[in-house]
């Protein structure tokens, strides 16, 4: 990757300041604990830590949580794995290029917002095979199959990815759980959307490092499409939240054992703007490589998404038109692939204009 190349540089206003980098100071650390034996987890204790997510969603969108039952060693093996597969050849990740028909495996020229992102990914579903519109038009009602495509080396990542997912997976289940008691919902109102047709997916990360941080991003600023998101990031750094009042950026600090959590569109969309999903970017730097692996929890492809009717009354009518997850996955994906002239599908454009 070579950052003279115009395709990575930020249009001026959403250049990243490496000298003056400011940390975000009282992202919440909630302690799971209590979920961990959720037998002996009494209804207090769930509700003292679904009054912690709340507040968590409200302020910042963001939480780390700490406690999460996803073994040590577990994610240290996935971690492991993770960086022999990015420091293979170029030629032996392109065995497992995405493709316009299959857009899981390697891929190293994703855009975010029309600009090259300094990163290089490698995606799978948790659920395999996942079924997904076959294409983004509308009234297509064709399906398509998406099946992993994991590598020859290494030989265990397929395993070990696979045992993290489910581990992931558990762990989002609980806190979608946390959010829907939060809301004064039912624990379990949120579940069913998440079966198992679910299209959730993983996407390991390589950040190599930069020459120029200062023009480049890793990720372009964004929202996650999804429900929720669950981070696993190494102790280099470089994730930023833009804060929600002041509108500038900061930094989101590894704190080792911990997860990050974020908001997504579709729980801006359930809640009717109640919880919103927070705009993030990652920065890039100099000198180290950084590992990020982010799961994304997203619903069954045939769900629809609009504002709970618990959330919507004639004081606070719906924000949002409904739409199909599938065709707005598919068509994010569209734009991850090239350069596109216009801007990539938000929820914004969803909004009831009235
Ligand atoms: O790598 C990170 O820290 C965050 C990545 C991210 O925001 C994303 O993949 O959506
Ligand atoms: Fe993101």
Known sequence: MDVVDVAFIQPIEHRPEPNVIVEAVGIPLIDLSPLLHPNDSTEAQRNELATKVGNACREWGFFHVINHGVPFDLQHKVEVA??????????????????????????????????????????????????????????DNELQELRNKWPDYPIELSEVCREYAIAVENLSIKLLELVALSLGLPEKRLNGYFNHNNTSFIRLKHYPPCPAP???????????????????????????????????????????????????????????????????????????????????????????????????????????????????????????FKKLDAENLQIHHFKQSG
């Open 82 to 139: 993770v960086k022999k597969f990015f420091g293979l050849a170029s030629e032996e990740k392109r065995k497992v290029q995405r493709d316009e028909v299959n857009p899981l495996g390697y891929y190293d020229t994703e855009y975010t917002k029309n600009i090259r992102d300094w990163k290089e990914v490698f995606d799978f579903m948790v659920k395999d095979p996942t079924v997904i519109p076959a294409s983004h038009e509308l009234h």
């Open 214 to 336: 200062h023009l480049a991003l890793g990720v372009g600023r964004h929202k996650d499409g999804g429900a929720l998101t669950i981070l696993a990031q190494d102790d280099v750094g470089g994730l930023e939240v833009k804060r929600k009042i002041q509108g500038d950026w900061v930094r989101v600090n590894p704190i080792q054992g911990s997860f990050v959590i974020n908001v997504g569109d579709i729980i801006q969309v359930w809640t009717n703007d109640k919880y919103e999903s927070p705009e993030h970017r990652v920065m890039v730097n100099s000198k180290k490589d950084r590992f990020s692996i982010p799961f994304s929890l997203n619903p069954a492809h045939d769900v629809m998404i609009k504002p709970l009717d618990e959330f919507v009354n004639t004081e606070n009518p719906s924000k949002y038109k409904e739409y199909n997850w599938g065709k707005f996955l598919k068509t994010r994906r569209l734009s991850n």
